[in-house]
């Protein structure tokens, strides 16, 4: 099986500044085999967490809640953005 090979940048751009929530990116790429894409979007965002947390039953708890990309209420696993120096695993409890 051959190994993929990463693309190179030819230029990028910032196309929007949205931070702290995401920054848009346009891009001139070259793929390994030497054909170029442009633009190619490049998204930069915060890390987050999503929790799967599950009952004593092992049913699974999901949000009921709308997204407005979609313009629809969904189904969703709770989650959320990571602060900078944020613990993703959440506060430490000291065992008493």
Do not use: C
């Not at 500044?17 to 965002?45: C, K, N, S």
């Amino acid at each position: 099986m051959a190994k993929s090979k990463p693309w190179t940048v030819i230029n990028s751009e910032v196309l929007h500044d949205g931070r702290p929530w995401l920054r848009l990116h346009g891009e001139t790429v070259q793929l390994p085999h030497g054909r170029e894409v442009a633009p190619y979007f490049r998204i930069d965002m915060r890390d987050f967490a999503i929790v799967h947390a599950t009952t004593e039953t092992g049913n699974v708890l999901v949000l009921n809640l709308y997204r407005h990309g979609p313009r629809r209420i969904e189904l969703a696993l709770p989650g959320g953005m990571i602060d900078d120096g944020e613990d993703p695993a959440g506060p430490q409890q000291s065992a008493s």
